[in-house]
């Protein structure tokens, strides 16, 4: 890998550009920053980063739902905060 991938500054560029050429579905800049994020470690700080800056939900409902103890709690009803 380039030494210029290993820069956090660099990649949260090369990744914000990618996320603005996709379009304006939000379930494929979703799904291409989850991969990006799963690729090596150097990319999943910085694809992480641009996929938690916009939250699906009020507040801070989808964070608390990765937290196994509350998820039931937050998703009563079965249903989950929709990947798109």
């Known amino acids: 890998m ?34 990006l994020a799963i690729t090596c470690k150097a990319f999943h700080e910085p694809a992480m ?15 608390l739902g990765c937290v196994p103890r509350l998820h039931q709690l937050i998703y009563s009803d079965g249903s989950k905060v929709s990947p798109d």
Request: hydrophobic fraction near 45%; aromatic fraction near 4%; avoid cysteine.
């Open 49 to 63: 980063d641009l996929l938690w800056a916009n939250l699906n939900g009020p507040g801070l409902t989808p964070l």
């Open 2 to 35: 380039h030494q210029a991938l290993l820069v956090s500054e660099v990649l949260s560029e090369i990744f914000a550009h990618v996320v603005e050429n996709l379009g304006p579905r939000s379930a494929s800049k979703k799904a291409s920053l989850r991969a």
